[in-house]
Nanobody, 121 residues
Framework: QVQLVESGGGLVQTGGSLNLSCAAS????????MAWFRQAPGKERDFVSA???????TYYADSVKGRFTISKDARNTVYLQMNSLKPEDTAVYYC???????????????WGHGTQVTVSS
């Protein structure tokens, strides 16, 4: 069964950094766009960042531009480097994969279980 497994979450102070990873269990994901979404308590799931299957095209939510960087490697792992973290970045972060590089979470077929990121003030 195809799986996406996130790691790298944790507790960090305002201004700190974390690097999230999402490992895919199948080589098929090398042909998929990958994305990160996040969901804070009591809120809807929001788009954070996406990267095309070739790694050429990237998208970022306005709230994270200049602070977060998405990347992927040849081992079907996607990363989200998060710098200058703020308390409002606190959420469960989910990795997703799908055929299109898009901000629309409905178009992603596969999802990880999420990793908690908590930024203390």
């Amino acid at each position: 069964q195809v799986q996406l497994v996130e790691s790298g979450g944790g507790l960090v102070q305002t201004g700190g950094s974390l690097n999230l990873s999402c490992a895919a269990s199948d080589r098929t994901f090398s042909n998929y766009a990958m994305a990160w979404f996040r969901q804070a308590p009591g809120k809807e799931r929001d788009f954070v960042s996406a990267i095309s299957w070739g790694g050429v095209t990237t998208y970022y939510a306005d709230s994270v531009k200049g602070r977060f960087t998405i990347s992927k490697d040849a081992r079907n792992t996607v990363y989200l480097q998060m710098n200058s973290l703020k308390p409002e970045d606190t959420a469960v972060y989910y990795c997703a994969a799908g055929p299109h590089t898009t901000l629309d979470d409905r178009l992603y077929r596969y999802w990880g279980h999420g990793t908690q990121v908590t930024v203390s003030s």
